[in-house]
């Protein structure tokens, strides 16, 4: 699934339609189909090529896993329909509430 988007989301931003894509890559526009369409699970090569093809490139790296945001994911699976309904909907509330305030702010 990461792999198609890298390939579309590139040909896209670059302007290009998988026929010209599949033309600077020198591979046929159906390989190019396929991969978006996540009915060919490609090589990490065929992905670089693609994408630097598009005029891109692919950067990865390794950070540390945030495990503030696991432990409230976690957190909120306890709860029961009712809570995270109640935890949503105060949480709306503040969101109007401060644009309420932004609004009058930038009127005023």
Known sequence: MI??????????R???TQVALA???NVAQSTVARIESGARVPSSDMIERLVR??????SVGLS???HD?????ERTLRQTPKQRLASATSTARFVLRGRATMRRASDG
């Not at 890298?6 to 896209?12: F, G, I, Q, T, Y």
């Not at 093809?53 to 692919?58: M, S």
């Open 3 to 12: 792999l198609r988007s890298l390939v579309r989301e590139a040909r896209k």
């Open 14 to 16: 670059a302007g290009l």
């Open 23 to 25: 033309r600077r890559a």
């Open 53 to 58: 093809a598009a005029g891109y490139e692919i």
């Open 64 to 66: 540390e896993a945030d």
């Open 69 to 73: 945001a696991s432990s409230l994911f």
